[in-house]
């Protein structure tokens, strides 16, 4: 049994994924922020939050008393959509610098998150498999 057969995991990592490509696309964005015509584009933006209430909501689906599977329907596949941001410049450029670097930022805060959260439950999870006792 790997760690990605437990959904919450599966999850985060997912979720470290979406993160980790969104950044590649707004940084795109800033480095053509000077380009004419060029429209900035994010990801299309996966429910992640619907997602983790689906894989908890009725339990672990089974198929044998040994296996476990995901019931998650998150998938890994991320598409690059055109979003303009809030003005235009004369040769129709769109990138707002300001508004991408904030992108940049709520990124990484969302991802040092999940980060967090992914270290702390393989944690919990080896110190549980481990038996340990304190």
Known sequence: MSLGDFPLLNL???KMSWLNDRQGVLSRNIANS???GFKPMDLNAKDFASAV???TRGGLTTTNAMHLRSKSSV???????VTPDSQSSPDGNSVVVEEQMMKVAETQMAYAEAAGLYKK???MWRTALSGSRG
């Open 12 to 14: 985060l990592q997912q």
């Open 121 to 123: 439950m393989y944690s």
């Open 53 to 55: 209430s689906e894989a």
């Open 34 to 36: 000077s380009t004419p």
């Open 75 to 81: 998938g890994g596949y991320f598409r690059a959509v």
